[in-house]
């Protein structure tokens, strides 16, 4: 069973960058499709991109695109989510989730294990 660790989360001025990991352990990713959702305050947790389980495709909600990149590292087993241009809207608890299914799927009930969250504030 893999497990799931965040990091990288922190408090950045709008149009600042940060990095977010997302580092695996027990399975490689490549083993999975995995996603990164976040959740704001008094808000649903929504699907922010996804890679499927080859690494050959990437998905990401309009409301990121352009902005954030999924990459991962093999090597390190840990996938990584490039946040740039922030925005006080990307303020929320980021998670990285994986499912057992070979496409990215955008709803949370469709992914079966969860990291445990990292925050990112975004000041205006």
């Known amino acids: 069973q893999v497990q799931l660790v965040e990091s990288g989360g922190g408090l950045v001025q709008a149009g600042g960058s940060l990095r977010l990991s997302c580092a695996a352990s027990?399975?490689?990713?490549?083993?999975?499709?995995m996603g990164w959702f976040r959740q704001g305050p008094t808000k649903e947790r929504e699907f922010v991109g996804g890679?499927?389980?080859?690494?050959?495709?990437?998905y990401y909600a309009d409301s990121v695109k352009g902005r954030f990149t999924i990459s991962r590292d093999n090597a390190k087993n840990t996938v990584y989510l490039q946040m740039n241009n922030l925005k006080p809207e990307d303020t929320a608890v980021y998670y990285c989730?994986?499912?057992?299914?070979?496409?990215?799927?955008?709803?949370?009930?469709?992914?079966?294990?969860w990291g445990q969250g990292t925050q990112v504030t975004v000041s205006s």
């Open positions: 890679r499927n389980r080859s690494g050959g495709n990437t």
């Open positions: 027990g399975r490689t990713f490549s083993s999975y499709t």
């Open positions: 989730a994986v499912r057992n299914g070979m496409i990215v799927l955008t709803t949370p009930k469709d992914y079966d294990l």
